[in-house]
């Protein structure tokens, strides 16, 4: 149990382009989902928080702008990378907490973004 | 501000030999940690966690580590590990009331035959 989807594994975008990365929790309600990037051989570093039905909350120095997050439902999170530059090539990784009061966050297994 | 130390970006072992991947935390108020391993071009897996009870923590794959609350630290330990455990390890803690993970910065465990 507890499995997390994403898709795509990897993509490849051309600047200025929008990407759309998909989030899933295939066998459980996720009410909070959280978005993190990782840059080569170095740690996780959160961007934001959201929670089902309301706005993502994001870490300081993350544009929210640019980074669009939707959690319209308990299975499903969004994250668009909008206007692609390739600075913003790397890892994405969703995680997601199935309920209040729970301490576990299931991982995805990460998209590979490159944007040329 | 919460902060985790894992104290060697890189270990190198050989096969069969036991191995201890170090974490120190900075918080002195009540934290729940975890273990997670990364494998190349994928996410992260959880391989144990302490929330209370037992400072001695099982968890997958032969794992364990302790929770020393006096010295802050969670060390994870091996007793023999195998050329399948090379990836990257994580420690990450939450503190008490956050629902924000804060995770070191890795340790990339190789291990050579």
């Known amino acids: 149990g507890a499995v997390v989807s994403q898709h795509p594994s990897r993509v490849i975008c051309k600047s200025g382009t929008s990407v759309k990365i998909e989030c899933r929790s295939l066998?459980?309600?996720?009410?909070?989902m959280f978005w993190y990037r990782q840059f080569p051989k170095q740690s996780l570093m959160l961007m934001a928080t959201?929670?089902?039905?309301?706005?993502?909350?994001?870490e300081q120095g993350v544009e929210k702008d640019k980074f669009l997050i939707n959690h319209a439902s308990l299975t499903l999170s969004t994250l668009t990378v909008t206007s692609a530059h390739p600075e913003d090539s790397s890892f994405y990784i969703c995680?997601?907490?199935?309920?209040?009061?729970?301490?576990?966050?299931?991982f995805g297994p990460g998209t590979r973004l490159t944007v040329t | 501000a919460q902060s985790v130390t894992q104290l060697d970006s890189q270990v190198p072992v050989f096969e069969e030999a036991p191995v201890e991947l170090r974490c120190n935390y900075s918080?002195?108020?009540?934290?729940?940690l975890f273990w997670y391993v990364q494998y190349p071009n994928q996410g992260l897996q959880l391989l144990l966690k302490?929330?209370?009870?037992?400072?001695l923590v099982k968890g997958i794959n032969g794992f364990e580590a302790e929770f020393n609350k006096s010295q802050t630290s969670f060390h994870l330990r091996k007793p023999s590990v195998h050329i399948s455990d090379t990836a990257e390890y994580f420690c990450?803690?939450?503190?008490?009331?956050?629902?924000?993970?804060?995770f070191g910065k890795g340790t990339k465990l190789t291990v050579n035959p």
């Open positions: 995680s997601a907490r199935e309920g209040q009061g729970t301490h576990e966050q299931y």
């Open positions: 302490y929330l209370s009870g037992s400072t």
């Open positions: 066998d459980f309600q996720a009410t909070t």
């Open positions: 990450a803690v939450l503190p008490g009331g956050s629902e924000k993970l804060v």
């Open positions: 959201s929670n089902e039905g309301s706005k993502a909350t994001y």
């Open positions: 918080s002195s108020v009540s934290v729940y």
